[in-house]
């Protein structure tokens, strides 16, 4: 019964222990970009620093810096562009590139 | 109901400046007409198109700027598909983005006006509407204490 206690009471704490440890990091590693261990620094949303509100299918210049070199929208992840105004730009870059004044697929 | 259209269409390279204008102004002449009212026409001018649009690589963008209600911009739009000198259009519908706009220019505004003035204890500008009437007693009791 005296061995019986000793040995589970050790065999309970390093359980115990153990997720402390990367529980404690885990949320830092996928909070930035999914699958780096370690932080990434926040991008800011362009868009929300400069206060810039309407995003025109107008102003090819301002939509070509979210475009790649293939005629492609970039994803968010690499911008830093928060929903809201990845939303807006999308529908902008579509609808300029029905009027076209971006391409479809660049670069052939 | 008026809503608030912009109409961008492009116009082949090879048509001359006076035609264009024919067409332009046949077309406010569809607007005014059909009970609408024309803000603004803008020639863009002459832009190489990013892909080709019935073999040309050109084209004059023209905008116009219309309050008219859903009919009227069907009638501009079937003359527009007719025109053979235009070769795309699009219409896209701004009041609600107008009225966006408006609203949050609004709300800077009265977030400015509200942290222009002096008689408070300096404070940053307030993020929403209730946090400037709390704002108010809460600078006032440590004036008082």
Redesign the interface.
């Known amino acids: 019964m005296a061995d019986e206690t000793t040995t589970s009471t050790p065999r309970s704490e390093s359980p115990a222990g153990r997720p402390s440890g990367p529980g404690g990091r885990g949320p830092g590693g996928p909070g930035g970009p999914g699958g780096r261990k370690f932080f990434r620094r926040k991008k800011v949303c362009k868009f929300c620093t400069e206060k810039i509100d309407a995003i025109s299918y107008r102003d090819v210049r301002l939509l070509q810096g979210f475009v790649a070199e293939r005629g492609k929208i970039v994803p968010r992840r690499l911008t830093g562009v928060c929903t809201t105004h990845q939303r807006r730009l999308t529908k902008a870059i579509k609808q300029a590139r029905n009027i076209a004044l971006l391409p479809f697929a660049a670069r052939f | 109901m008026q809503r608030f259209y912009e109409v ?1 269409f ?1 116009v082949r390279p090879d048509v001359a400046d006076e035609d264009l204008d024919k067409l332009i102004t046949g077309l406010e002449q569809t607007v005014t007409h059909g009970g609408g009212t024309l803000r603004s026409t803008e020639k863009l001018g002459r ?1 190489k ?3 080709l ?1 019935r073999k040309f690589g050109e ?1 004059n963008y023209v ?1 116009l700027t219309i309050d008219a209600n859903g009919s009227l911009i069907a009638e501009l739009e079937r003359r527009l598909r007719v025109s053979e000198p235009v070769i ?3 219409t ?1 519908r701004m009041d609600e ?1 107008e009225k ?2 408006a609203k ?2 609004a709300i800077r505004a009265s977030r400015k006006k509200l942290s222009a003035i002096p008689a408070e204890a300096p404070e940053p500008a307030a993020p929403a509407a209730p946090a400037p009437a709390s704002a108010a007693p809460e600078s006032a009791t440590p004036a008082s204490a």
């Open positions: 961008m492009i832009r198109l990013a892909y649009v084209g905008l795309k259009f699009i896209v983005e966006r706009l949050v220019k």
